[in-house]
């Protein structure tokens, strides 16, 4: 057992992180590493954040991203910011250029602590998400739960934001809804043959909207960076929101705005909680019990 990858267990907006530090070490975090850490409460995670030596010139490092089932997940936005908080306070840099599975983001942390990630163009043509069957209009696609002629929840808005989501517009509270019943079905409908995110999503005024997650791969969250990401783009291609709002999981607020150069930037917090030393293997951990506040890895 070889306790020898550096570890901060964080969390964005109550989203639980994993920070790993493979840089200098061959191959990647287990799918059975993750299962098994996602199995002891202490290191209970939403998504593991392994932190590799870059593969492009040009960039700072390559992110590689785990689900707590052991899944790789193409993006996550809570993760990424807790990435750069966890590279910021070891290297003091404020700026990062970093190549995921999704593409190369840039994130950079401000002086209040908030840290904002460029986390792409969306991409909403029916291939692109992508579905089973082709849709003409992706604003509100044929998909329902619940009687055919009073369904709980229908028409999503599907959209890629380095993953697939699909938005349910509610306009009760959205907590009035079983999302933990209602979230592996949809989750899983044959509809989305790389599954989907699915979001229930309320919006409250032209620069707020209430959201819930229930994550691929990973299920409930506080707060899903992608999901708020694609529920501000659907809005705002919709009309029913401007271009920049603020979107709330249940873990807190984002700002997220879409520019008008496409690209979507994504502003909020990121916590450390604690550090430690894990094997990438098995998933065996010990925490680092002096590791002052804020050194993260």
């Given at each position: 057992?070889?306790?020898?990858?550096?570890?901060?267990?964080?969390?964005?907006?109550?989203?639980?992180?994993?920070?790993?530090?493979?840089?200098?070490?061959?191959?990647?975090?287990?799918?059975?590493?993750?299962?098994?850490?996602?199995?002891?409460?202490?290191?209970?995670?939403?998504?593991?954040?392994?932190?590799?030596?870059?593969?492009?010139?040009?960039?700072?490092n390559?992110?590689?991203?785990?689900?707590?089932?052991?899944?790789?997940?193409?993006?996550?936005?809570?993760?990424?910011?807790?990435?750069?908080?966890?590279?910021?306070?070891?290297?003091?840099?404020?700026v990062?250029?970093?190549?995921?599975?999704?593409?190369?983001?840039?994130?950079?942390?401000?002086?209040d602590?908030?840290?904002?990630?460029?986390?792409?163009k969306?991409?909403?043509?029916?291939?692109?998400?992508?579905?089973?069957?082709?849709?003409?209009?992706?604003?509100?696609?044929?998909?329902?739960?619940?009687?055919?002629?009073?369904?709980?929840?229908?028409?999503?808005?599907?959209?890629?934001?380095?993953?697939?989501?699909?938005?349910?517009?509610?306009?009760?509270?959205?907590?009035?809804?079983?999302?933990?019943?209602?979230?592996?079905?949809?989750?899983?409908?044959?509809?989305?043959?790389?599954?989907?995110?699915?979001?229930?999503?309320?919006?409250?005024?032209?620069?707020?909207?209430?959201?819930r997650?229930?994550?691929?791969?990973?299920?409930?969250?506080?707060?899903?960076?992608?999901?708020?990401?694609?529920?501000?783009?659907?809005?705002?291609?919709?009309?029913k929101?401007?271009?920049?709002?603020?979107?709330?999981?249940?873990?807190?607020?984002?700002?997220?705005?879409?520019?008008?150069?496409?690209k979507?930037?994504?502003?909020?917090?990121?916590?450390?909680?604690?550090s430690?030393?894990?094997?990438?293997?098995?998933?065996?951990?010990?925490?680092?019990?002096?590791?002052?506040?804020?050194?993260?890895?």
């Open positions: 057992m070889a306790l020898d990858v550096p570890f901060a267990k964080m969390n964005g907006l109550g989203n639980l992180i994993i920070v790993a530090d493979m840089r200098g070490r061959d191959g990647p975090v287990s799918p059975e590493a993750a299962i098994a850490l996602n199995a002891d409460p202490a290191t209970r995670f939403d998504q593991l954040m392994a932190i590799h030596d870059p593969r492009i010139d040009g960039t700072d390559y992110i590689d991203i785990l689900n707590s089932d052991g899944s790789r997940a193409q993006a996550c936005g809570n993760g990424t910011r807790c990435v750069v908080q966890a590279l910021a306070a070891e290297t003091g840099k404020a990062f250029t970093l190549q995921t599975p999704a593409g190369i983001l840039s994130a950079e942390e401000h002086a602590g908030l840290i904002s990630v460029d986390m792409g969306p991409r909403f043509r029916w291939n692109q998400i992508p579905l089973e069957e082709e849709f003409a209009d992706t604003t509100g696609i044929e998909l329902q739960i619940g009687p055919i002629d009073a369904p709980v929840l229908h028409t999503p808005s599907v959209a890629n934001i380095g993953n697939p989501h699909a938005v349910f517009w509610v306009k009760n509270d959205v907590w009035t809804y079983d999302l933990e019943r209602f979230g592996p079905l949809l989750e899983n409908h044959p509809i989305f043959p790389e599954k989907a995110n699915i979001t229930i999503a309320q919006v409250v005024a032209r620069d707020h909207i209430i959201i997650t229930w994550e691929r791969g990973a299920g409930l969250t506080e707060a899903c960076g992608s999901a708020a990401c694609a529920a501000l783009v659907c809005a705002a291609r919709m009309d929101t401007e271009r920049k709002a603020t979107v709330t999981p249940p873990g807190g607020d984002l700002v997220i705005e879409w520019r008008d150069d496409d979507i930037v994504m502003t909020g917090p990121a916590e450390w909680e604690f430690g030393h894990l094997d990438a293997e098995t998933g065996a951990w010990s925490r680092d019990e002096n590791a002052p506040s804020q050194e993260a890895i």
